[in-house]
């Protein structure tokens, strides 16, 4: 159905947030008149500008740093030439089609939809019937018995940067440049910071990480977020407690950033990767008596309700986890329980014990589950193995000298508490993990229970289970 004019609608549910909220509607939702209201891109940020995107770019830039290394295999391969026109036309002749395809199959193909492409923010209760008010940029009402808050988030800007009016880019914009910047500044040293630094190195750019702490990834277990900055160091400037003091413009478009101590930065291109903030604060919640964390999300129980009945709320506008897997479970689960019921005795709930997360730098890391600190923090009687991918046979194929596969578990019970690895193809390694930490499998039945291919890589995994004295 078509974008509506003025007059007020009346819906049983609105979508607010057309990323993972728009998975909701399937065929079991026919026969519900339901709003969504995308203010930007269909298919939200792990579509357009996010998780798929960035790894297709990530995908060129490991090509490209498998052939700056290839010398020591004996192979002497170079890179001659990075087309950047072409791997943006590459990236985003795939993600605009499906752009258009997902918000045309929503407007012109789904009786039972209508989409709002505009902000939305709510407006109360409509007093004669109870319903949610939800009133858009364009002066449209649309009226509501229930209500999904899917709204994400976005790039949190410095004070120092934004009052300063230089101009930068966000994961919104960068993966669009139209040309390669010969020197970029990454602002932040989280996630993205790490993906970036490793794309636009990789592809040519002269990149500098800015942290205001001393490790990057400082999230992750301490060992791998240590040895990741060790190799980030070898990899790019990296500037390490080095809080921004003062950001302005260059002639010519570039940026200089001064620092409290050590020399000035100028650069062509600034990219601001400093954490994501929750987009519940522009909704006017205020109106419908529902208020924010003190981390600035929407509070939800585990089954994705609000406190306001008849309002949920998923992925990253509520959820602690900014990570799309977890946006999709969450939506699977609000999904399910909107057709049960608010009320229903057999709602589904949120399962955020083992969440596991990879960056797609370079090397890939990927973790899930406690770090050694936080398994100590708890009291737990813990074994620790660290397991150099350099000592399996695959590692020697791959001359690896960096990578690692660090476990934790209980001793006693050998139950599996976290695992932390660093090094090729980190994301797949780990996934037997998660595996073993949903069902309950030991460390020993891990490792004892299965065959492991051999000589393949995930025998660094084996080992490591082995190695764990538990
Ligand atoms: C650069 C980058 C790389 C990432 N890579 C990964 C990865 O590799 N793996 C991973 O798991 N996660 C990754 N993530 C995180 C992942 O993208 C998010 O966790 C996920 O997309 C969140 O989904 P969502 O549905 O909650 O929000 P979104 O997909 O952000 O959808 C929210 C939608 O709501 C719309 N909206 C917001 N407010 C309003 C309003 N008031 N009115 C109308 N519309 C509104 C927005 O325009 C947006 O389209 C990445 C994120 C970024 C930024
Ligand atoms: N592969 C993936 O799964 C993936 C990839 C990208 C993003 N994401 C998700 O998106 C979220 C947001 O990514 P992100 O990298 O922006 O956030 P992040 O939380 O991972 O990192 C933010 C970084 O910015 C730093 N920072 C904050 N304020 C700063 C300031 N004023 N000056 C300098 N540094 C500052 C923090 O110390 C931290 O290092 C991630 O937490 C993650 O959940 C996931």
Redesign the pocket.
């Known amino acids: 159905m078509t974008t509506v004019g003025t007059t007020a609608q009346s819906v049983d549910l609105a979508i607010?947030?057309?990323?993972?909220?728009n998975s909701i509607p399937d065929e079991r939702f026919d026969a519900t008149s339901i709003a969504i209201?995308?203010?930007?891109?269909f298919g939200?940020?792990?579509m357009n500008?996010?998780?798929i995107p960035?790894?297709m770019f990530v995908y060129a830039a490991d090509i490209a740093a498998a052939a700056r290394e290839s010398a020591k295999y004996g192979v002497h391969a170079r890179v001659d030439d990075v087309d950047w026109p072409a791997i943006v036309a590459r990236v985003f002749g795939r993600i605009d089609p499906i752009e258009a395809g997902g918000r045309e199959y929503r407007v012109d193909r789904c009786e039972n939809v209508t989409v709002y492409a505009?902000?939305?923010?709510f407006d109360g209760r409509d007093e004669a019937t109870g319903r949610y008010r939800l009133v858009t940029a364009n002066g449209e009402t649309v009226l509501a018995t229930e209500v999904v808050i899917?709204?994400?988030?976005r790039t949190a800007v410095p004070d120092v940067i934004a009052d300063s009016g230089v101009p930068f880019h966000t994961?919104a914009d960068v993966m669009r440049l139209p040309e390669l910047p010969e020197r970029m500044a990454i602002l932040g040293s989280g996630?993205?910071s790490a993906?970036f630094a490793h794309v636009f190195s990789a592809l040519g750019t002269r990149v500098t990480v800015i942290a205001r702490s001393d490790t990057l990834l400082r999230a992750l277990d301490a060992d791998i977020a240590d040895r990741f900055t060790a190799i980030a160091e070898q990899q790019w400037d990296v500037r390490r407690n080095s809080p921004v003091t003062a950001a302005s413009s260059l002639p010519g478009g570039g940026v200089r950033l001064e620092f409290a101590s050590g020399d000035p930065l100028e650069v062509d291109a600034l990219l601001v990767a400093t954490g994501?903030t929750p987009?519940g604060d522009?909704?006017a919640l205020e109106t419908v008596g529902l208020s924010l964390t003190d981390d600035g999300r929407v509070p939800v129980d585990e089954h994705g309700r609000t406190s306001a009945r008849g309002v949920w709320a998923?992925?990253?506008?509520s959820?602690p986890y900014?990570?799309?897997?977890?946006?999709n479970h969450e939506?699977r689960v609000v999904q399910n329980n909107l057709l049960k019921g608010w009320d229903a005795d057999d709602l589904e709930s949120f399962d955020h014990r083992f969440v596991p997360?990879?960056v797609?730098t370079h090397p890939q890391i990927a973790t899930v589950g406690l770090t050694e600190a936080q398994a100590r923090e708890q009291g737990l009687d813990i074994a620790v193995k660290v397991q150099n991918y350099g000592d399996v046979a695959y590692g020697w194929a791959m001359e690896d000298t960096v990578g690692v596969c660090k476990l934790i578990a209980e001793r006693g019970t050998g139950r599996i508490l976290g695992a932390h690895i660093l090094g090729a193809q980190a994301s797949s390694i780990v996934q037997p993990v998660i595996q073993a930490m949903h069902f309950g499998q030991t460390a020993h039945e891990m490792a004892r229970g299965q065959y492991w291919i051999h000589p393949a890589l995930p025998e660094v995994l084996e080992n490591a289970l082995l190695g764990l004295d538990v």
């Open positions: 607010i947030g057309a990323g993972s909220g209201f995308e203010e930007g891109l939200g940020t792990c500008v996010g998780c960035t790894k505009s902000h939305v923010v899917a709204a994400g988030a994961n996630y993205i993906e994501r987009n522009r909704l998923l992925g990253d506008v959820s900014q990570l799309k897997h977890v946006a939506q997360a990879a797609f």
